[in-house]
């Protein structure tokens, strides 16, 4: 409340605030993480009598078959633990409690490592959790459900704004009368596109190679990220002797990779995956997806707030992404939920500019790491290997520099929302 407080003073000066007469739906297009988490920080936050609606077809494939798995930083958990939702996929969940990263050719036969994380932002607290996407998919639905959010298992097709609100239609033929519409709908945001906002960045010409496999010997919740030339090799712990690998590549290689006959992509991924864990074999095909880097000129428009993939797309070498989304919930919710408290319509454009200026910096720096990242790792240049591993030496020796690199991870850092603390709206 004070947020709003604070910033729609400098906003509003001269000029009143429009009221709410009634309270009416808020609409999200886009059932997957952020948009549930949304409509559950929403419908705890605004009570019974606002209505909650999620838009998309995916939600007739309950339960979740998602095969990927996702890294929770400790932020987001917490999120997640407001939420009432963390305690039915903590079972599922596994802590990531250390972490190495090495920088070698692939041909080599050691992999030094250069850099460690080890330790909790909290006693008790790891920096960070794997989660299988299907299990946190169906949790979050589960809850939504279970406290009023209603689940449309259709698409938004189109909408049109005006002063008092948002009209808004769905595939199956229904009309809304809403305060606001979120595009939660993805990289590919159709909803975005309909509000012509335009986004700006460009592509990697890389794929990330994501498999799940088993391995001999425990990791014991041991996260390694091998530099390789060609890209970061991610192997990221689940549950049991499993690991999750995110493996970039050039578009190319990774498109003759991932067709390769199972004995073929074996040796490929031993090449990678490297000793320490024994044999390893996969569990599933191996998937490849783009990487780019893109940010929407604009996270608002009239009556229709951007969130998650619709707002922006990084590179996964931080494993971030999806965790800047959840950092877009927990921003815009607590928005819109003070706003509503002040009895303002939280669709009206202050509401949503206190929206795009809490998130624009932080989305920006973030892609900026992210991109300058994948350019020092994602080459063969013999200096910058150098230059390199000694910055990852110097990290490693200068515990207070490694501690601020944890939170940073972790999500612990700069003006954090109440639900990335773990508070309730």
């Known amino acids: 409340m004070q947020r709003w407080r604070k910033n729609s003073a400098r906003k509003n000066s001269g000029r009143r605030e429009r009221k709410m007469t009634a309270p009416r739906s808020i609409v999200i297009g886009g059932g997957a993480f952020a948009g549930l988490a949304l409509a559950l920080a929403l419908r705890q936050g605004l009570g019974p009598d606002v209505p909650v609606i999620v838009a998309d077809p995916a939600l007739a494939l309950r339960p ?32 990531i409690i250390d972490m190495i990263v090495t920088d070698s050719e692939l041909e080599d036969a050691t992999r030094p490592v250069f850099l460690t994380f080890a330790g909790e932002v909290q006693p008790g607290e790891p920096f960070a959790h794997m989660v299988e996407n299907k299990y946190l998919n169906e949790a979050l639905a589960a809850r939504a459900e279970a406290e009023g959010v209603e689940l449309r298992a259709t698409p938004v097709t189109s909408y049109t704004s005006h002063e008092g609100g948002t009209t808004v239609t769905l595939g199956d033929g229904s009309v809304i009368e809403a305060s606001l519409l979120v595009a939660a709908d993805g990289a ?25 496999v088993e391995h001999e010997r425990d990791h014991n919740g041991c996260a390694e990220e091998h530099f390789l030339p060609a890209g970061p090799f991610a192997i990221l712990p689940l549950t049991g002797k499993r690991s999750s690998l995110v493996w970039t590549e050039s578009r190319r290689v990774a498109a003759d990779i991932v067709a390769l006959p199972p004995a073929q992509f074996q040796i490929e991924l031993e090449k990678r995956f490297g000793l320490r864990l024994g044999e390893v074999k996969p569990l599933d095909a191996p998937k490849a997806f783009p990487l780019g880097y893109f940010v929407a000129q604009s996270f608002i428009g009239p009556r229709l ?90 990290v490693d020796r200068l515990p207070p520099l490694k501690g601020a690199f944890i939170r940073q991870a972790a999500g612990l850092t700069g003006e954090t929302p109440r639900l990335l603390k773990g508070e309730a709206l």
Request: hydrophobic share 45%; aromatic share 6%.
């Open 64 to 95: 979740s078959r998602d095969p990927r798995a996702t890294a929770i930083v400790a932020a987001c958990r917490r999120l997640f633990e407001a939420l009432g939702v963390w305690d039915e996929v903590a079972p599922t969940a596994q802590p």
């Open 188 to 212: 590919r945001s159709k909803l975005r596109e309909r509000a012509g906002i335009a986004t700006y960045g460009w592509d990697y010409d890389q794929s990330g190679i994501v498999v799940m």
């Open 305 to 394: 707030a951007l969130i998650g993939d619709a707002a922006h797309v990084i590179h996964p070498i931080a494993g971030q992404g999806l965790n800047m989304g959840l950092r877009d919930v927990a921003a815009l919710a607590e928005v819109i939920v003070d706003a509503a408290r002040l009895g303002i319509d939280p669709g009206q454009a202050d509401v949503l500019e206190n929206y795009q200026r809490w998130r624009r910096f932080d989305t920006m720096a973030m892609g900026v790491a992210t991109n300058g990242l994948n350019l020092l790792f994602s080459n063969k240049s013999p200096l910058l290997r150098s230059v390199r591993d000694i910055g990852l030496g110097l």
